[in-house]
């Protein structure tokens, strides 16, 4: 009962769901999801060496992988994954959205996420020298200007000189997955989704 009225209260409200409240075996699909993007953000792993259909997987398929399983499935990422999971699962602890977003109440925290970045540089008052624009605001819609100054500007955030707008995309595009974003049929352009907060 707790779980379906967690999963109501997300859907209802349109906050992202709180994966790090459950055990990973309980997690979904999209709990998996969520938390690989937050081990990509948050422990700068690079997202092209993921192979995402590999952990299209519900969360007690993804706590019975080995560590050879994710080596396979993320390359010199899976390691990392590999010992992040074990780490939750024993210690049941993670630093979660949820306590971001307090910190954020105060201070705008310092966009860990890909996502999250886009949108403290679509709201900042400084000049961001139009590498992003809206193009309808009240929709959450946006558009990339300037596609390779972005992909160094988040590299530059993440202290990763190889970064580039195809590897930025791609992370984009996972997004989708996630309802942080959804499908705009325009060459750049993309738009918040039901996940996503802070950008109204």
């Not at 193009?135 to 500007?153: T, Y």
Request: with cysteine; glycine share 6%; hydrophobic share 30%.
């Amino acid at each position: 009962d707790t779980l379906i009225h967690t999963t109501y209260y997300c859907e209802f409200y349109c906050i992202p769901p709180l994966w790090t409240s459950l055990p990973p075996e309980h997690w979904t699909r999209h709990h998996v999801c969520d938390w690989l993007q937050y081990c990509c953000d948050s422990y700068k792993l690079d997202a092209a060496y993921i192979s995402f259909s590999h952990f299209n997987v519900l969360g007690v398929q993804l706590c019975s992988m080995t560590k050879e399983d994710f080596t396979e499935a993320a390359g010199i990422c899976g390691q990392h994954l590999y010992s992040i999971l074990q780490d939750i699962r024993t210690n049941g602890e993670v630093q979660t959205k949820k306590q971001c977003r307090k910190a954020s109440g105060v201070k705008r925290m310092q966009s860990s996420h890909l996502w999250e970045f886009l949108r403290d540089l679509l709201l900042s008052s400084e000049d961001t020298s139009g590498i992003l624009d809206w193009e309808d605001q009240e929709q959450g819609i946006f558009r990339v200007v300037k596609s390779e100054a972005l992909a160094q500007m988040w590299g530059k955030r993440k202290h990763n000189d190889r970064m580039n707008y195809e590897k930025l995309s791609r992370a984009l595009r996972h997004y989708y997955k996630t309802g942080i974003l959804e499908r705009v049929d325009r060459r750049l352009v993309y738009k918040f989704g039901k996940n996503s907060y802070g950008w109204h």
